[in-house]
């Protein structure tokens, strides 16, 4: 357990027989570094579990980083010196781009996100969550705790049915008053405590991005933009093959973060290859323009993949039970509010909502009443009204019914839609700006994919140049993982392998594709009995730890063991 020694955590009394601390936080990503630094700052003995060799090597995000105006806590705020030190570039333009049949079209998403925001930065996962774990590291060895790295934690540790701690791979278990559960999209700490029940594919987006070395001088040059600016474009229209989302590229300081973000639904029932639809966008002429070209060859830093909750279903709104509080991805609270994608930030006000409330808590001498306390205040602050606005329920719900949707996509796509499409351009363009409009969307095609089309079919001019971009192939891109391999522990196993009851995996994995042999998930037809059988296998080697096949497949799935599996270096 070298990584202990490194934070210089002295665990041996929490390896021997059973430690106990007033607070335990279970991961190292925002929501649980802004909680262990509220609790800390606060005097709460305060220990923090990540998984990872390093806080944010498990980690992927697009990503921007929002700090709303109107948000509790934003990372600058916990930490001095964050935004100087552990982002990318200030992003200052956002734009969305439709594509179809050649042509371009552009809307300025500046009125969306400037909305409430202080401030919006590019941000990397792993630089970014080990910046910040360091400095949480530092806070709680004060409070008379700390930071390990490299432990994963199993399972609620009960007495008498109530939960009084965690159960560790690594460690004896141990006590707390509270704990946290920051532990992200695939909580096995909510689903422990039964406050995880999203098991069905439209309830999660999955995002696939590959990180592209640009040096700094030309990603100025080709954004025509300073050091200290940055531009984020969005990506709709025909080149998802009707796969409900889209694509995204976010300026880095000498990177360039490209991906896709796609309803899994939409992924599993269209049998999409994620890593396909990844490329589509790579290689589109209009993506040329921004990509390294035939003078700079292609060089893709890192692939990965993960999948985020979506919280217009899903975010809990009671999300604790006894000594247990949710936050972020773990309590469903990631936000895709049309084009904008806000996960992060919510997470850090979650945590800190999270610690105030347990703080007030033991001040009234009340320690039971911290996830009453915690509810309250994720309503009182406004966060859940924006995790699950009203609008949605009311509007965008009724939308969804497939009768409703199709009728709606029939319109667009008619020639009166079109008409109206090119009469009332300018004002698609404020509906994309309007925050109220945006959280009322219904999840349909008509959104993501016949809208975008129409408005570039009708009003869009003719994408120019080219795309001398190679990506690697998918084998290449598994090659060119960091990966710690746990030989004889599997973290997945496959219940049924049979085509109709895993089948889907094959296909929405992201790194497994129908004939390529190299990586998780296999079909094989097999001959029992006379009789041919189509059939998946497994192997776990090449995981990037997504979660999706927990979803599509029918397997029994938690994360490998600390440390193990995928390392990311970027994400
Ligand atoms: C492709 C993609 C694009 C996205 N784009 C954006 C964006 O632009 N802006 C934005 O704000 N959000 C974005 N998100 C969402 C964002 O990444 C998440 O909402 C956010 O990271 C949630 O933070 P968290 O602290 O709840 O969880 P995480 O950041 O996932 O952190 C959880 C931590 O817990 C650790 N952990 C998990 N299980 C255990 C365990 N059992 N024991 C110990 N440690 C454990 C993990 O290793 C990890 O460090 C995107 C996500 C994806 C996948
Ligand atoms: S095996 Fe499952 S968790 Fe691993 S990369 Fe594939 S879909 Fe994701």
Excluded at 50 to 73: D, F, H
Excluded at 91 to 101: E, F, K, Q, S
Aim: hydrophobic share 35%.
């Amino acid at each position: 357990m070298s990584n202990m020694d490194e934070v210089g955590f002295d665990s041996s009394a929490a390896v021997d027989g059973g430690e106990s601390f007033e607070a335990v936080v279970v991961g190292g990503g925002p929501g649980g570094a802004a909680a262990a630094a509220v609790l800390a700052e606060n005097g709460v003995e305060t220990l923090v579990l990540e998984r990872g060799v390093e806080a944010g090597s498990k980690n992927v995000s697009g990503g921007l980083l929002y700090a709303e105006e109107s948000a509790p806590y934003t990372l600058d705020g916990l930490f001095p010196g964050f935004r100087d030190e552990a982002t990318e570039r200030p992003v200052t333009r956002n734009y969305m781009d439709n594509l179809a049949d050649g042509k371009v079209h552009t809307v300025d998403l500046g009125g969306v996100h400037h909305h409430d925001t202080e401030w919006c930065d590019s941000v990397l996962r792993r630089p970014m969550d080990s910046w910040v774990a360091e400095r949480v590291h530092e806070r709680t060895v004060e409070a008379g705790g700390g930071l390990l790295t490299g432990v994963r934690v199993n399972g609620l540790l009960r007495e008498g049915g109530e939960i009084v701690g965690v159960t560790c791979d690594e460690l004896d278990p141990i006590r707390a008053d509270l704990i946290v559960a920051a532990d992200g999209v695939n909580s096995e700490l909510a689903r422990d405590a039964g406050l995880m029940d999203w098991d069905e594919p439209e309830e999660w987006f999955q995002g696939v991005k590959a990180v592209v070395d640009v040096p700094p001088e030309e990603v100025n040059d080709r954004f025509g933009i300073d050091d200290d600016e940055g531009v984020a474009r969005l990506f709709a229209g025909d080149l998802f093959e009707g796969v409900r989302g889209g694509g995204f590229l976010y300026t880095n300081r000498d990177s360039l973060s490209i991906g896709t973000v796609f309803h899994l639904d939409s992924l599993a029932a269209e049998r999409a290859e994620p890593q396909e639809l990844l490329d589509a966008l790579l290689t589109h002429p209009h993506l040329g323009q921004w990509l390294p070209d035939e003078y700079d060859e292609y060089d893709e830093r890192e692939y990965s993949a993960k999948l985020v909750p979506d919280s217009k279903k899903v975010a809990h709104p009671s999300p604790h039970e006894g000594r247990l509080l949710l936050v972020g991805d773990a309590a469903g609270q990631m936000q895709a509010q049309g084009p904008i994608i806000k996960g992060m930030n919510h997470a850090v006000s979650a945590g800190g909502l999270a610690a105030e409330a347990y703080i007030e808590a033991r001040n009234r001498r009340q320690p039971e009443s911290a996830g009453e306390r915690y509810e309250r205040r994720l309503h009182d602050s406004g966060l859940y009204g924006k995790l699950r606005p009203r609008r949605y329920e009311a509007l965008g719900r009724f939308g969804e019914r497939e009768v409703v949707a199709d009728a709606v996509d029939d319109l667009a796509g008619s020639r009166l839609g079109r008409l109206g499409v090119r009469i009332a351009g300018g004002v698609v363009e404020r509906a994309f700006n309007s925050p109220f409009l945006l959280g009322a969307l219904p999840d349909t095609r008509t959104a993501y994919a016949t809208v975008p089309r129409v408005l570039a079919e009708e009003l869009g001019e003719p994408v120019r140049g080219d795309n001398d971009a190679d990506p690697p192939s998918l084998e290449e891109r598994i090659g060119d993982l960091t990966y710690d391999t746990d030989v004889g522990n599997p973290h997945i196993e496959l219940m049924d392998n049979s085509f109709e009851a895993s089948g889907t995996a094959v296909t929405a994995c992201p790194v497994s594709a129908e004939g390529f042999g190299g990586g998780c998930y296999r079909e094989e037809t097999v001959r029992a009995n006379g009789d041919e059988e189509r059939v998946v296998s497994l192997d776990t080697q090449p995981c990037v730890e997504c979660g999706t096949c927990a979803v599509v497949a029918d397997t029994e799935w938690t994360h490998p063991r600390g440390g193990k599996g995928v390392d990311f270096r970027q994400g």
